[in-house]
């Protein structure tokens, strides 16, 4: 019986890629492929209303729910920026394969430019950074590999990624 947890799961920080790589990951191996954020959309709306009418609290216990479900389920899973905040999200990362993508302040502008992100909107890059240096610590530490994505192609990360999984597999 195939193992029910994921091969793999993306974290990092807002723009920098996740679920283009976490795609392109889970076509290559011809895995199912989860995203946590969209998973909240299809149940419960839009990100941006949900933080309006509701708040982030709210969001992130929508959220947890989310990722506790995608870590039961095969193939490549990609978290929202943030989801990585709950301790119980960290405890269960410690049980997976994780790499954490990276993406420069000169490279996010444009990826973030006019983007519904609610933590964001007012600030932009200056906003993005602030939130990127409070994470830092945690994606680091929750990470098995890091990969940039500032300069080069989602399919020369994506294959980077899968020739590092099935290194570490092997």
Request: glycine residues 8%.
């Amino acid at each position: 019986m195939p193992d029910p947890r994921p091969r793999l799961v993306l974290i990092g920080p807002p723009g920098a890629g996740k679920t283009k790589v976490a795609k392109r990951v889970s076509r290559a191996l011809g895995l199912p492929f989860t995203d946590t954020d969209k998973a909240i959309v299809a149940e419960h709306g839009e990100i941006a209303a949900i933080f309006s009418e509701h708040g982030e609290a709210h969001f992130r216990r929508l959220e947890r729910d989310a990722v506790a479900a995608a870590l039961t389920t095969s193939g490549v899973v990609s978290l929202g920026g943030g989801a990585v905040l709950d301790p119980r999200t960290q405890a269960d990362l410690g049980e997976h394969t994780v790499v954490l993508l990276t993406v420069s302040p000169e490279a996010v502008g444009p990826r973030i430019a006019g983007a519904k992100r609610p933590l964001l909107a007012a600030g932009g890059v200056a906003a993005w950074s602030a939130l990127v240096e409070q994470r830092r610590p945690v994606y680091e530490a929750l990470a098995d590999a890091t990969f940039d994505t500032s300069h080069t192609p989602m399919d020369v990360v994506a294959q980077r990624v899968i020739d590092w999984l099935i290194e570490e597999e092997s």
